[in-house]
């Protein structure tokens, strides 16, 4: 590691003030921020430790949603009686990610502001544009087989390495954000991560000086809640495609499809013309191929990681005939 100064922050407002500055980097569980300081992927000038702030609670709304802090743990936010009882998606989706030791420690913002684990990005010895813009993108060209189908630029084919954001994206969830003035921002989770675009650095939404404080959920609604996860083992690995669905039906048709995918972009992805499809139709085979039509629309494979296309066929497929009780 290159050395560092290392900060307390004992308030919020004092926080974002120190973040606000240049090579300054908020830290809470560390869990992906340590590991690329050792690799030297990252470089912060000064850490600011943030596990004095009051944000690790998990309240109750007063719509009936969940309000889960920034520094609550992943293990905790798993157990909640609330979310493994109304939000089973998020409970499912955050033990299918990690170690349990891993799940202690990582937190709810920290997790969502983790970065893309693509080799090119983790090894300062080959090109990446997301770490040194303008040298270029190893993975077009080389092993790119845990790499983006959907979303991809010719700057990027980085995948967004989570499950957590995933469920929330099918939830419908918030996350809140702070300031160093005391104004807060709300922004859906569906709309926090970043598409590379020409400015594949540029992770997701928070700009200089503002700390993710909560995530909200919004009040459970009917229907199934499934986590798919395919990957190369059964734990400690990331996805090749994950699929979070919110599935209800009435008189066999339909009511509720909202779907999230992850191992296919650089953020956790949603395509709202899904929704569009299914709802007030009955499920079928015909229905279900029609929604992977949908949903790769525009995929364009790399290589190595072309097998993510009939993947995702197949475990959107998959997801929907579970939920819908429907053999095929």
Not at 238 to 252: H, K, N, P, T, W
Request: proline share 5%; with cysteine; hydrophobic share 40%.
């Amino acid at each position: 590691m290159k050395p560092f100064d290392f900060q307390r922050a004992d308030r919020l407002e004092h926080a974002a003030q120190l973040c606000a500055d240049e090579g300054t980097r908020a830290i809470a569980g560390g869990t992906n921020l340590i590991d690329l300081m050792k690799l030297q992927v990252e470089t912060p000038q000064t850490l600011v430790d943030i596990h004095r702030l009051p944000l690790g609670r998990i309240d109750d709304t007063d719509d009936g949603g969940l309000r889960i802090g920034a520094l609550a743990t992943n293990t905790a936010t798993a157990v909640h009686e609330r979310v493994r009882r109304e939000y089973p998606l998020l409970a499912r989706a955050i033990l299918a990610g990690a170690s349990q030791q891993l799940r202690n420690k990582a937190t709810t913002g920290g997790n969502l502001c983790q970065r893309t684990r693509c080799y090119y990005f983790t090894n300062i010895d080959q090109p990446c544009n997301k770490r040194e813009p303008g040298s270029g993108c190893g993975a077009l060209k080389g092993v790119a087989r845990l790499h983006a189908v959907l979303g991809t630029s010719d700057e990027c084919i980085a995948t967004y390495p989570g499950d957590m954001a995933v469920a929330m994206a099918a939830l419908g969830a918030v996350v809140e954000i702070a300031d160093a003035k005391g104004h807060t921002r709300n922004v859906p989770v569906r709309d926090f991560h970043c598409l590379p675009g020409d400015t594949p650095w540029r992770d997701n939404v928070l700009e200089d000086g503002e700390i993710i404080t909560a995530v909200i959920l919004p009040p459970p609604v009917a229907g199934r809640q499934l986590y798919r996860k395919v990957r190369e083992r059964s734990s400690y690995a990331f996805a090749m495609v994950s699929v979070a669905a919110i599935v209800a039906l009435e008189d066999g048709r339909f009511t509720r499809a909202d779907l999230a995918f992850g191992g296919l972009a650089h953020k956790p992805w949603q395509d709202p013309r899904l929704s569009a499809l299914l709802l007030g139709k009955e499920p079928s085979a015909k229905l279900f191929d029609e929604a992977a039509d949908v949903l790769l629309d525009g995929a364009q494979s790399y290589g190595e990681n072309a097998y993510k296309i009939p993947l995702a066929r197949r475990t959107l497929t998959a997801v929907l005939a579970e939920a819908t009780g429907m053999e095929l």
